[in-house]
């Protein structure tokens, strides 16, 4: 069981957490999609916070014997989902920076040809 202060606490990380998620989505730092699985992940620490029995529960059912390591594979679990989808980002736009770079080397061409 949690303590009331570590209870505390951590339900001031998920604020302080949510707000910062709310800030870097209206100076569009963050994408919505991206906010969304943080969203999802708030969610799911402020339920095994203020009802720490059912997750118990819902922990013993996949297998896990401590919630704690229920959560830790889920959030491995959501960042390497963030990793992916990151790469995913880098790569389309390495595809796009070499076309570009393709594009402008074609055109540099054509104006020295003109000249």
Known sequence: MISKNLSF????????LF?????????????????????LAIILMLISVLLP???NHFANLIG??????MLLCFFIVILLF???A???VVSNNKKKITLL????SIMKKEMEDKK
């Open 86 to 88: 990151l790469t995913v």
């Open 9 to 16: 606490i951590i339900i001031v990380f998920i604020l302080f």
């Open 19 to 39: 707000f910062l998620i709310v800030y870097l989505l209206r100076k569009r730092k963050l994408s919505t999609k991206y906010a969304l699985v943080w969203f």
């Open 101 to 104: 770079i393709e594009e402008i």
């Open 53 to 55: 029995g059912v997750m």
């Open 64 to 69: 896990f014997e401590l919630l704690s390591n």
């Open 82 to 84: 963030i990793t992916l």
